[in-house]
Every structure is written in structure tokens, then in C-alpha cells.
């Protein structure tokens, strides 16, 4: 079994990558990451919510965080975003079967307004981002895919590092970069390339809906093409 660092006692030192096992087999590192204290926001969350998808995708799709749903489920998107991002991803023409779907923060972040309430998503925080990618590129380290969507701005920043603003990238295909941080943890980021689009969730948010979403088609259909040259 391949080992893992030696964890930090607290897990309030925002900082994952004690937890992360040196090995490229995504069961392994699902199972580590069900126990990560990188960061407070395991404390509330029910669950560790990692990737889904084949071991060797051609395409990985990144979010923001896991919402409500996702939370209680284990599983990433299988929320109303979830549903319209996979829509949206039959439209373009890519086959969510052979997607893998992950997020840039593993653990739901949530206020309740008040008792009994539902909860609502909160934002993560950089601190809480940059805790937590050392999980994301563990997952590309493994999976090695050609390309990698950013549905939203964090997980653009997670990829392509700050400050990030959706607009200065959106539609574009770009190289993810090296990492020199991954190399000396003995993590290898595939010669991918990362394209940006809106998070689906914004898609729902939006006043003009059905345009938000002819949007994020476009976007994906830019991937497809990506992916048949």
C-alpha cells in the first residue's frame, strides 16, 4: 500500500496534503480523503464528497464544492446543477459516462439561517481552496485526462491559478500548468489542457436562463471539439 504522510493533529492547519497517500489509484485515495481534517470544514459537513468516473478519462470536469444533495449522497453533481450539467453535456455531444466528475473543495460549505432551515451553499474561501487542492491534483495526477473543464471561478482558480475573473478565460483551451509543489509530493499533472466555463449552478441563477445555458453548451461544444482532434 503505498504510504501516507503523517497527518497533522488539529486539522485546522488549512493544509491537505498531510492526508494525501502517494499512489495513483483512485479507490486509495478516496478512502484517504473520507478522513481529512485539511481544513475545518469536515467538522460540519456530512460526508467527504470525492470524484466519480472512470480511472482514465479523457475528460474531467471540476466544480466549486458539493452542494446540499451531494452532501448527504456521497456522489458529486447529483443535484439540480448536476442534472442541467448533464444535459448540457449530452447537447454538446460528450458522453458523461466517460467523464469524471470532481470538485476543487471535497467538503460542503453551508450556512443555515435559521434552526430547521434548509441549508444554504456558502462560498469557500481561498484558504479553504488552496487546503484543499492538494486532493485535485492528486485526482489529475491519476486520472490523466486530455482536458479539464472549470465550471466556475474557484475551480478555474484551483486550476489556473488568481485572481480569476470567468470572463478573461471563458471558452478558451489553455495549458494546465506545471506544478512544482505536486512534483516535489511526488504528484505528475498530465500535458493537459484546461477550458473555463459558468458553473451550472449560475446557469439556474440566472435571469435569462435559457440563454445562460445556450452559453454553457457552447462552451462544452468547444470541449467536444477539443477532445475529436
Known amino acids: 500500500m503505498a504510504g501516507t504522510r503523517e497527518k497533522a493533529g488539529s486539522g485546522a492547519e488549512h493544509d491537505a496534503r498531510p492526508y494525501v497517500p502517494h499512489t495513483a489509484d483512485l479507490d486509495e485515495l478516496g478512502r484517504a480523503a473520507a478522513s481529512c481534517r485539511g481544513c475545518p470544514l469536515y467538522a460540519a459537513a456530512t460526508q467527504t464528497v ?22 448527504r449522497e456521497g456522489e458529486p453533481f447529483v443535484g439540480p446543477a448536476g442534472a442541467l450539467l448533464r444535459r448540457a453535456l449530452a447537447e454538446a455531444g460528450l458522453d458523461e459516462s466517460s467523464a469524471y466528475f470532481t470538485n476543487a473543495v471535497k467538503h460542503f460549505k453551508f450556512t443555515v439561517p435559521e434552526p430547521g432551515k434548509r441549508r444554504i451553499h456558502k462560498a469557500p474561501s481561498l484558504r479553504e481552496m488552496t487546503a484543499c487542492r492538494p486532493w485535485l491534483v492528486a485526482e489529475l495526477a491519476a486520472v490523466r485526462p486530455l482536458l479539464v473543464v472549470a465550471l466556475g471561478a474557484t475551480a478555474g ?26 512534483r516535489r509530493d511526488g504528484a505528475s499533472l498530465p500535458e493537459a489542457r ?32 477539443a477532445l475529436g482532434e
Open 194 to 225: 484546461v477550458l473555463v466555463t459558468v458553473h451550472p449552478s449560475a446557469v439556474l441563477r440566472a435571469r435569462d436562463r435559457d440563454g445562460a445555458y445556450r452559453g454553457l453548451v457552447a462552451d462544452l461544444r468547444v470541449a467536444a471539439r
Open 157 to 182: 482558480r484551483a486550476l489556473l491559478g488568481g485572481p480569476f475573473r470567468v470572463g478573461d478565460h471563458r471558452g478558451l483551451l489553455e495549458p494546465l500548468p506545471a506544478d512544482d509543489a505536486a
Open 50 to 71: 470525492f470524484g466519480a468516473g472512470p480511472r482514465r478519462a479523457r475528460l474531467v470536469l471540476v466544480g466549486e464544492q458539493p452542494g446540499d444533495r451531494e452532501d
